[in-house]
Nanobody, 126 residues
C-alpha cells in the first residue's frame, strides 16, 4: 500500500486545516488508518486512528475535541480535520495503515503500523 499525505501548510493559531491521505495499491477498506506527528527534536507520536468502516475512532488526549479523523473508503482516503490549532501542533503529520484485526488498545503504537506516507508539514504561527 502506498500512502500520500497532503493538505499541510502555514496557519495562524486558532485556525483550521484538513489533511488528506490517499491510498493506492491495496485493500484500503481492510486497514485501520492512523495519523501520527513529529515535531522538531521530538519523537513521533500518535494523533488519531479510525477503524475500517469508520465506526470507531481513537484520539490522543492532546487533540481530543479539536481534531477529527474520518475516511471515505470509496475514495481510498483518510482525513484529519485540525481545528483550534495551537503552536504546539506544529509538526510533520504522517498517515499510516495497520492490519484491521489489530486490537484497539494498540492503535497508538507506532511500531504496529505497516505502511507509512511521506508526511505533510503543518506550521502554526502566533
Amino acid at each position: 500500500v502506498q500512502l500520500q499525505a497532503s493538505g499541510g501548510g502555514l496557519v495562524q493559531a486558532g485556525g483550521s486545516l484538513r489533511l488528506s491521505c490517499a491510498a493506492s495499491g491495496g485493500a484500503f477498506s481492510s486497514y485501520v488508518m492512523g495519523w501520527f506527528r513529529q515535531a522538531p527534536g521530538k519523537e513521533r507520536e500518535f494523533v488519531a486512528a479510525i477503524s475500517q468502516n469508520g465506526g470507531i475512532r481513537k484520539y490522543s488526549d492532546s487533540v481530543k475535541g479539536r481534531f477529527t479523523i474520518s475516511r471515505e473508503n470509496a475514495k481510498n482516503t483518510v482525513y484529519l480535520q485540525l481545528n483550534s490549532l495551537r503552536l504546539e501542533d506544529t509538526a510533520v503529520y504522517y498517515c499510516a495503515a495497520t492490519w484491521g484485526d489489530l486490537s484497539i488498545s494498540l492503535w497508538n503504537r507506532i511500531h504496529e503500523y505497516v505502511y507509512w506516507g511521506q508526511g505533510t508539514q503543518v506550521t502554526v504561527s502566533s
